[in-house]
């Protein structure tokens, strides 16, 4: 009797609580059913607005479809047929092609983010935001997202009221991003580790959850740049025109940076590397005549000729060189340059600046001046008796220095320089009023050159191999006469 009692009880408790939750949805929907049919006017404006960013969301994915072939994909034939098309590529037809939420075989997919660790901001841009994290194994990587509040995703919201459709159209330009670092693997251009699409909530592309990893640097400052060494200027200029001669001869044709400017870079252990490529040309523009190819900068414009096959020809590369002297080299490369090699500076500075070489011109310039530095042949008016005036202390450092500053020093305490050899070094000393020894201690810059420590005086000399300490003889205190 109890048992069938409360067995009704409970089948009473459930029927009512079916009937609670119909009644709410039933009310929930007349709810909106008569909102729908109050704004019946707002809903067609929402629904021009969505198909005018359907539009937008199909021409970002035309723009990437070429991309997306490759010599030996099986896919090629699929996306073939889709680029003879010519139109209808909806996002379930673009989620085939692009293969959307699969890492490519090689590579780091939403697996490797599970566990990510320590999140911090590194940078943001109009479209990107770009945050570091340790992932499980201790590696740093940097990954790169749709910046919510980014100046592409406030104007597109503004312009189509559509969270998930703007967040979609944005994130296409991380994926052409993406693409392109696939394709254009270079030292000098970041490197790709993998992607993931639909971190949070599963979606595809279509909802705009696209994660790029890659590898993590350090953003280019310019202010700081400005006060190091000649030699680590010299090395991000000619990174650069290394980068740019890549560019013109890609697997893609001659790539164009559209957004070239010092923020689109990143050092990764002293090397440039070109970390924002969602901006980009690969084709040169159409001409019939040289007034079309017109390349216009805030100070100069310069017209290319138009070739017999009506293209600008060189356009990209010469855009890139005209970018690299103004935003770069005009900043970087003179000040200071060493005197045996101001002539070969000046000569790049103004064929750069004139547009008058090519990248492969230019690039051959940047390496001769590599080679002279490294080789010490600048410096061959230096004669070797110069070290006379020196003795020399092998296998030994000097301890309880007295160092003074000088300026651009790899130390911030002391005087540290590069020199090609004792003599230059020896040479240096002789300039420097407060300098009476210094010492080489074998560590090198990236060009080989040596370091050398210079000094003011000095307590006492102790043992250390490797190490040679040069004193300057007229500095030497000498012992009282009797
Ligand atoms: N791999 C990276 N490591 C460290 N910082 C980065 C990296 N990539 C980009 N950044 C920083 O994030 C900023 C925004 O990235 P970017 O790709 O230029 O986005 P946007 O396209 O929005 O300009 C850059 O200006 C740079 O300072
Ligand atoms: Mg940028």
């Given at each position: 009797?109890?048992?069938?009692?409360?067995?009704?009880?409970?089948?009473?408790?459930?029927?009512?609580?079916?009937?609670?939750?119909?009644?709410?949805?039933?009310?929930?929907?007349?709810?909106?059913?008569?909102?729908?049919?109050?704004?019946?006017?707002?809903?067609?404006?929402?629904?021009?607005?969505?198909?005018?960013?359907?539009?937008?969301?199909?021409?970002?994915?035309?723009?990437?479809?070429?991309?997306?072939?490759?010599?030996?994909?099986?896919?090629?034939?699929?996306?073939?047929?889709?680029?003879?098309?010519?139109?209808?590529?909806?996002?379930?037809?673009?989620?085939?092609?692009?293969?959307?939420?699969?890492?490519?075989?090689?590579?780091?997919?939403?697996?490797?983010?599970?566990?990510?660790?320590?999140?911090?901001?590194?940078?943001?841009?109009?479209?990107?935001?770009?945050?570091?994290?340790?992932?499980?194994?201790?590696?740093?990587?940097?990954?790169?997202?749709?910046?919510?509040?980014?100046?592409?995703?406030?104007?597109?919201?503004?312009?189509?009221?559509?969270?998930?459709?703007?967040?979609?159209?944005?994130?296409?330009?991380?994926?052409?991003?993406?693409?392109?670092?696939?394709?254009?693997?270079?030292?000098?251009?970041?490197?790709?580790?993998?992607?993931?699409?639909?971190?949070?909530?599963?979606?595809?592309?279509?909802?705009?959850?696209?994660?790029?990893?890659?590898?993590?640097?350090?953003?280019?400052?310019?202010?700081?740049?400005?006060?190091?060494?000649?030699?680590?200027?010299?090395?991000?200029?000619?990174?650069?025109?290394?980068?740019?001669?890549?560019?013109?001869?890609?697997?893609?044709?001659?790539?164009?940076?559209?957004?070239?400017?010092?923020?689109?870079?990143?050092?990764?252990?002293?090397?440039?590397?070109?970390?924002?490529?969602?901006?980009?040309?690969?084709?040169?523009?159409?001409?019939?005549?040289?007034?079309?190819?017109?390349?216009?900068?805030?100070?100069?414009?310069?017209?290319?000729?138009?070739?017999?096959?009506?293209?600008?020809?060189?356009?990209?590369?010469?855009?890139?060189?005209?970018?690299?002297?103004?935003?770069?080299?005009?900043?970087?490369?003179?000040?200071?340059?060493?005197?045996?090699?101001?002539?070969?500076?000046?000569?790049?500075?103004?064929?750069?600046?004139?547009?008058?070489?090519?990248?492969?011109?230019?690039?051959?310039?940047?390496?001769?001046?590599?080679?002279?530095?490294?080789?010490?042949?600048?410096?061959?008016?230096?004669?070797?008796?110069?070290?006379?005036?020196?003795?020399?202390?092998?296998?030994?450092?000097?301890?309880?220095?007295?160092?003074?500053?000088?300026?651009?020093?790899?130390?911030?305490?002391?005087?540290?320089?590069?020199?090609?050899?004792?003599?230059?070094?020896?040479?240096?000393?002789?300039?420097?009023?407060?300098?009476?020894?210094?010492?080489?201690?074998?560590?090198?810059?990236?060009?080989?050159r040596l370091l050398a420590s210079f000094r003011s005086s000095f307590g006492h000399l102790v043992p250390?191999?490797?190490?040679?300490?040069?004193?300057?003889?007229?500095?030497?205190?000498?012992?009282?006469?009797?």
């Amino acid at each position: 009797m109890g048992h069938s009692l409360r067995a009704a009880a409970l089948l009473a408790l459930v029927v009512l609580s079916v009937l609670v939750s119909l009644l709410i949805t039933s009310l929930k929907q007349f709810g909106s059913g008569s909102t729908r049919l109050s704004n019946s006017t707002d809903q067609e404006g929402l629904a021009s607005l969505r198909s005018a960013l359907d539009l937008h969301l199909r021409e970002r994915r035309k723009e990437i479809l070429p991309l997306l072939l490759h010599p030996d994909g099986d896919k090629d034939r699929v996306l073939e047929e889709v680029l003879e098309q010519n139109y209808g590529l909806d996002s379930s037809l673009w989620n085939e092609v692009s293969g959307s939420g699969k890492a490519h075989r090689d590579q780091m997919g939403c697996e490797s983010l599970l566990d990510v660790r320590a999140v911090e901001v590194l940078g943001s841009g109009y479209t990107k935001l770009v945050v570091k994290a340790n992932l499980a194994g201790g590696q740093s990587v940097a990954l790169k997202l749709v910046n919510e509040q980014g100046i592409d995703m406030s104007k597109c919201l503004e312009d189509f009221k559509d969270l998930q459709g703007c967040r979609e159209l944005v994130s296409y330009k991380l994926q052409k991003e993406m693409l392109l670092l696939q394709r254009l693997r270079h030292p000098n251009v970041i490197q790709l580790k993998g992607h993931c699409s639909g971190l949070q909530g599963g979606e595809g592309v279509e909802g705009g959850r696209v994660t790029v990893i890659m590898e993590q640097g350090t953003p280019l400052q310019m202010i700081q740049l400005l006060q190091t060494p000649w030699e680590d200027r010299f090395r991000v200029c000619l990174d650069l025109v290394r980068l740019l001669h890549f560019l013109s001869w890609s697997p893609l044709g001659s790539v164009g940076l559209l957004d070239f400017q010092p923020r689109q870079f990143v050092i990764v252990s002293g090397q440039l590397k070109l970390t924002d490529l969602d901006d980009v040309s690969t084709e040169e523009p159409a001409c019939r005549t040289d007034a079309d190819c017109v390349l216009q900068f805030p100070h100069r414009n310069f017209t290319l000729p138009c070739s017999s096959q009506g293209v600008c020809e060189g356009l990209n590369e010469k855009r890139n060189i005209y970018n690299a002297y103004r935003f770069f080299f005009t900043y970087l490369l003179p000040h200071q340059a060493p005197p045996g090699l101001t002539h070969l500076v000046d000569h790049i500075m103004n064929s750069t600046g004139e547009l008058k070489a090519n990248i492969n011109q230019t690039l051959e310039a940047f390496e001769r001046i590599l080679l002279l530095y490294k080789s010490g042949i600048h410096l061959d008016n230096l004669h070797p008796s110069i070290l006379r005036d020196y003795s020399v202390m092998r296998d030994m450092s000097t301890s309880g220095n007295v160092e003074y500053r000088c300026w651009p020093s790899y130390s911030q305490q002391g005087c540290v320089l590069s020199v090609h050899s004792a003599r230059e070094a020896a040479y240096i000393c002789n300039s420097h009023s407060h300098c009476s020894s210094f010492s080489l201690t074998g560590q090198k810059t990236w060009t080989g050159r040596l370091l050398a420590s210079f000094r003011s005086s000095f307590g006492h000399l102790v043992p250390e191999g490797g190490s040679e300490v040069y004193l300057k003889k007229s500095k030497v205190p000498q012992p009282p006469s009797s």
